[in-house]
């Protein structure tokens, strides 16, 4: 398994992967041009990492994540993953570990001083594997739709 920077070919496997579930399959549409758009967005910022996890030349599993300057914790910058995804023919096996540690070390890497993300309160499954992962559950998340 490989982690490298996505590429523009990547983008329908990674929203194939967002669309892979309950969730997704609620919120995302493959083939929209939608995408190649939000994808030149994030390839173009330095402070995001979209990020795909290769197999040969399969694409199995992507994360993004993001850099965020601030002035709490004596300037510190936060990492903040999102869009977690692992192929459903390649779950159990450890690859979604594998991405988050790499997140981990590469936020290290950069500067960091946390690193964070938020999860669906409805995915008890993915609450189990971030706590194993060594991430704790210490905020209350909230968010509000704007479209």
Do not use: C, N
């Not at 996505?6 to 995408?35: F, H, N, S, T, W």
């Not at 779950?91 to 997140?103: K, N, T």
């Not at 993300?117 to 971030?130: C, E, Q, W």
């Amino acid at each position: 398994m490989r982690i490298r920077r996505a590429v523009a070919a990547d983008v329908p496997a990674i929203v194939a992967m967002l669309a892979d579930d309950p969730l997704g399959a609620k919120r995302e549409r493959p083939g929209d041009p939608a995408y190649a758009e939000a994808f030149e967005d994030i390839d173009a910022d330095p402070r995001q990492l979209l990020v795909v996890a290769t197999t040969g030349a399969d694409v199995v599993g992507t994360l993004q994540l993001t850099f965020i300057p601030g002035l709490s914790r004596l300037g510190a910058t936060r990492a903040l993953i999102e869009a977690v995804r692992v192929r459903s023919d390649q779950r159990g096996g450890g690859l979604g570990g594998q991405l988050i540690q790499w997140a981990i070390d590469t936020a290290r890497e950069r500067g960091a001083a946390m690193i964070q993300l938020t999860t669906d309160a409805s995915r008890k499954d993915a609450h189990r594997f971030y706590e194993r992962l060594g991430f704790a559950p210490t905020h209350v998340g909230m968010k509000l739709p704007l479209r």
